[in-house]
């Protein structure tokens, strides 16, 4: 059995000898030919040597063509920012900047780079006819975002009429660029929708629906099968989007396997994932690779299961550490060898986060994949990014992509799940979703009046004085006086004559001031015992 022929009938729920393999390699083929991600995704030559390669090493059953979701914003006249590591990101959206939706136009075969990924389709289907070919559309609200930017979200609240009419011409698009690909040589649209992770299953319903069904029914019209990409914690849209007749759905690390295999089936369709991108495939060993694999595989059980990472594979992933899963796909032995041994916890160091967030600042941390490559991701940070100067010096804003382990180990510290994430001075905020301008602005200012509250409840303090009678008292309390005016501070001030009080504080000459300084140190929870001994220290 051909790698093409195992992943047509895995997407079509018939038996196969195996688990189909399919690596998402993507900027992943520049590093495999010593190139940077831009000089690899302008060159039609260039993408067809890095997927031969990939085949070569590899040893997929299906591999994707070219994995960049700018390809179709690019052509329709968004600017895009390279980078040597990433694919490109857009960093203009058109309707934003004095176009509008009149002024577009379907992109034809010579727009843009698509020559490029066209030819590039066609020398490898001519070389490499029994691997299944994967051709990536951008998803149409994906590429809406794109011409929108977040303006988007704001917009599908007060002019729903007006996103979907841009929604209907995306998806014109995103047929156009199915036929270009299926003509070329392609087995599987793959159409990867990563921002339909951003909104809930009611919009999704109201603006993904009619155009992704109407684009799987024409994918299925052109002789081709369909795939939908999604990424990010979108467990709550997996029903819908099988609602929507794809032959298959892809999904990352962020969602259960189980669970999504359990609603596929149920709906006749198979499903593929959801390989630990980062964690394990990028910085991970070989043994990590291979029972990252035989867990899926395991979980994805004997029909409909196709074996693949979440995203398109970092740049820099090892090149042992994806033929180790190449090696544990093809070899049953080696399964049971794995299954059979004891498997080791990878230790992730975790960091003391009691006092975080205790500076006078805000402090926003953005988890991420890496925005220069992660769509969701990027737009994260632009929201955050794009308020932090409403606050004036007084936000902080970082970003933490879990590429390198130091980030993990931060993820991991603040307890966060799932890739978007915005944690505010330490507390998650906002998973997996873009909160519109006016929301992260206000969550972020009630955490600043609290500080505030905070620094002023702390700042509280009394003076008292012990003196033998209270009228020896007086020049003293007379003197705390002005020198709290000429501070523009305000503190109670008692006056205390009794023994008791003196001989408690040791005070044997008078008069003596006291000051007593009052903090809060813990509000509306319970501390643990430790965090309590860390306060003792203090005093």
């Not at 939706?101 to 070389?127: C, F, M, V």
């Not at 200012?445 to 002023?456: G, T, V």
């Amino acid at each position: 059995m051909t790698g093409k022929e195992r992943v047509l009938k895995t997407i079509q729920l018939e038996q196969t000898d195996r688990t189909p393999w399919v690596p998402f390699v993507g900027c992943h083929g520049a590093t495999l030919l010593g190139l940077t991600a831009t000089d690899y995704l302008k060159s039609a030559n260039h993408i067809v040597n890095g997927i031969s390669k990939a085949i070569e090493l590899y040893n997929p059953d299906g591999i994707p063509v070219i994995f960049d979701l700018q390809l179709e914003a690019e052509a329709l006249g968004c600017e895009l920012t390279w980078a040597d590591n990433n694919p490109p990101a857009v960093t203009d959206h058109v309707l934003t900047n004095g176009k509008t939706l009149s002024d577009l136009i379907i992109p034809d075969k010579n727009s843009g780079r698509i020559p490029i990924a066209i030819e590039a389709t066609k020398k490898i289907r001519e070389l490499h006819p029994d691997i299944a070919l994967y051709g990536l559309i951008t998803g149409p609200f994906t590429l809406t975002l794109h011409l929108l930017g977040t303006d988007i979200f704001m917009k599908m609240m007060e002019a729903p009429d007006e996103v979907i009419e841009i929604m209907e011409f995306t998806n014109e698009v995103a047929k156009t660029m199915a036929t270009y690909y299926i003509e070329a040589g392609c087995d599987i649209i793959a159409v990867v929708d990563p921002m339909t992770s951003q909104i809930d299953p009611t919009m999704f319903e109201q603006f993904v629906t009619p155009s992704a069904i109407d684009l799987f029914s024409f994918i299925r019209e052109k002789k081709a099968l369909s795939s939908f990409f999604v990424c990010g914690h979108a467990e709550q849209n997996i029903e819908v989007m099988c609602k929507c007749k794809p032959d298959n759905i892809s999904i990352d690390e962020n969602i259960s396997l189980t669970y999504v295999k359990d609603i596929a089936l149920k709906h006749n369709i198979s499903f593929g994932g959801n390989l630990k991108l980062t964690v394990v495939m990028l910085m991970g060993t070989e043994e990590d690779n291979q029972i990252n694999a035989l867990e899926c595989i395991d979980l994805g059980g004997n029909k409909g299961f196709i074996l693949a990472p979440g995203c398109d594979l970092p740049m820099n992933t090892p090149i042992e550490n994806i033929q180790a899963i190449t090696t544990i796909v093809s070899d049953s032995y080696q399964q049971k060898v794995l299954r059979a041994k004891e498997k080791s916890e990878t230790s992730i160091e975790l960091l003391n986060m009691k006092d975080y967030g205790s500076t006078g600042k805000v402090i926003v941390d953005i988890i991420t994949l890496d925005s220069e490559s992660c769509a969701p991701c990027q737009y994260m940070v632009e929201a955050v990014k794009h308020i932090a100067p409403h606050f004036d010096g007084l936000v902080e804003w970082r970003e933490h992509a879990i590429k390198k382990m130091e980030a993990v180990s931060f993820m991991n510290s603040l307890m966060v799940k799932n890739i978007p994430t915005i944690c505010i001075d330490g507390k998650i905020a906002f998973v997996s979703q873009i909160p519109p301008k006016q929301k992260l602005i206000d969550t972020i200012q009630s955490r600043l009046n609290e500080k505030l509250k905070n620094i002023i409840l702390s700042k509280n303090a009394e003076l008292t004085i012990i003196t033998q009678d209270e009228t020896s008292g007086n020049e003293l309390k007379s003197n705390i006086e002005t020198a709290m005016k000429e501070t523009g501070k305000h503190y109670k001030i008692n006056i205390n004559t009794t023994e008791k009080l003196a001989s408690k504080y040791g005070v044997y000459e008078f008069p003596a001031v006291i000051l007593t300084e009052h903090k809060i140190k813990s509000q509306g929870e319970t501390p643990k015992v430790e965090i309590i001994k860390e306060w003792l220290k203090d005093l």
